[in-house]
């Protein structure tokens, strides 16, 4: 009988991934996107935090934002135009133990994807939500999107847009249940981090807004916070977003804000003066949709079946 230990024994390899692990094929996105940052914080978080790549998967929608899936090497879904949400929601609902990035763009979440978003804040999933908010439709070329600021033109508003722009951060602060809203800049890459890693450290729905360059389409548009640190509010508090001081120093606007004061967070994502940035709101005890439906989730499947037979039998008439 094989007993003692001998010089032939083979022990397990602890395995580290490191950055390559999660690269993807190469990014086609343009020089310059902002979207290339969000890519390298995602795989970084993926590497510090040592995810396993086949238990991790990044679900997206359309767009140029939703190209993310094929730049990380993990699983992932490009799905249908504003259908990140469902298929997420699909995915976790099963599968509790995966590592789950939702990837969506303004007109992706905020036009044809709406319902699912809100819906989504409020079922409080575990998922880590990252909406890259350009104020444009940039893979069909230049059209105008629901945050887009009044009065830019646009291919399909060659005189500048009528409307005011939906407000991301409000809307979700206005959804019962909302669990974890932030707000960072794609130009400030600790603060995009830090703020990402919280949102993944969040056990629920963490919705993340990421003011993103395009400087394609719209290069204006987040040129004068990016030049003018006077134009944005760093929100700070023990309980928020990390920042080393060396960094946070640099901003001359900021505000104490305890994440658990809902309507201080709302009358900041109100604010017309600056862009605030760091975590506007935070709800740890938020209902869990994706915990209260897990219950016999490894039930065998005979069991399964035999369950939901009794259950039918209620509607025998
Ligand atoms: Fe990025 Fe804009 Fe180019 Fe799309 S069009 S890849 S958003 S810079
Ligand atoms: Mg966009």
């Given at each position: 009988m094989y007993e003692s230990k001998t010089e032939w024994d083979v022990a397990a390899q602890s395995r580290v991934c490191t950055l390559d692990d999660y690269k993807g094929v190469e990014a086609r996105w343009c020089p310059g996107c902002g979207d290339h940052a969000v890519l390298n914080a995602v795989q970084r978080l993926a590497r510090d935090k040592q995810l396993p790549p086949e238990k991790t998967v990044v679900v997206s929608g359309i767009g140029c934002s939703s190209r993310f899936p094929f730049y990380m090497s993990t699983y992932g879904f490009h799905g249908l135009h504003g259908r990140a949400f469902p298929v997420a929601c699909g995915i976790r609902a099963r599968r509790p133990d995966l590592h789950m990035f939702v990837i969506t763009?303004?007109?992706?979440?905020?036009?044809?994807?709406?319902?699912?978003?809100?819906?989504?804040?409020?079922?409080?999933?575990?998922?880590?939500?990252?909406?890259?908010?350009?104020?444009?439709?940039?893979?069909?070329?230049?059209?105008?999107?629901?945050?887009?600021?009044?009065?830019?033109?646009?291919?399909?508003?060659?005189?500048?847009?009528?409307?005011?722009p939906l407000n991301p951060i409000s809307v979700t602060l206005g959804v019962a249940n909302a669990s974890f809203v932030?707000?960072?800049?794609?130009?400030?890459?600790?603060?995009?981090?830090?703020?990402?890693?919280?949102?993944?450290?969040?056990?629920?729905?963490?919705?993340?807004?990421?003011?993103?360059?395009?400087?394609?389409?719209?290069?204006?548009?987040?040129?004068?916070?990016?030049?003018?640190?006077?134009?944005?509010?760093?929100?700070?508090?023990?309980?928020?977003?990390?920042?080393?001081?060396?960094?946070?120093?640099?901003?001359?606007?900021?505000?104490?804000?305890?994440?658990?004061?809902?309507?201080?967070?709302?009358?900041?994502?109100?604010?017309?003066?600056?862009?605030?940035?760091?975590?506007?709101?935070?709800n740890e005890n938020a209902f869990r949709y994706d915990r209260a439906t897990s219950q016999g989730i490894h039930m065998p499947a005979a069991q399964k079946l035999e369950a939901v037979e009794k259950n039918l039998e209620r509607f025998v008439i």
């Open positions: 763009g303004d007109g992706d979440c905020c036009a044809i994807g709406t319902a699912h978003w809100i819906h989504t804040i409020r079922y409080n999933m575990d998922l880590t939500i990252l909406l890259l908010d350009n104020n444009v439709y940039g893979l069909t070329k230049n059209q105008t999107s629901p945050t887009s600021r009044r009065g830019e033109r646009s291919n399909t508003y060659p005189n500048g847009s009528f409307l005011e932030a707000q960072t800049v794609d130009w400030n890459p600790p603060h995009l981090y830090n703020t990402i890693r919280a949102a993944y450290e969040h056990p629920g729905a963490a919705f993340v807004r990421i003011l993103q360059r395009c400087p394609h389409f719209t290069s204006h548009v987040f040129a004068e916070p990016q030049r003018d640190l006077s134009q944005v509010l760093l929100m700070k508090h023990e309980h928020g977003i990390p920042l080393d001081p060396s960094i946070a120093k640099m901003f001359p606007n900021t505000v104490e804000h305890h994440p658990h004061n809902l309507a201080e967070a709302r009358a900041l994502a109100e604010s017309a003066d600056a862009y605030p940035i760091g975590l506007f709101y935070r």
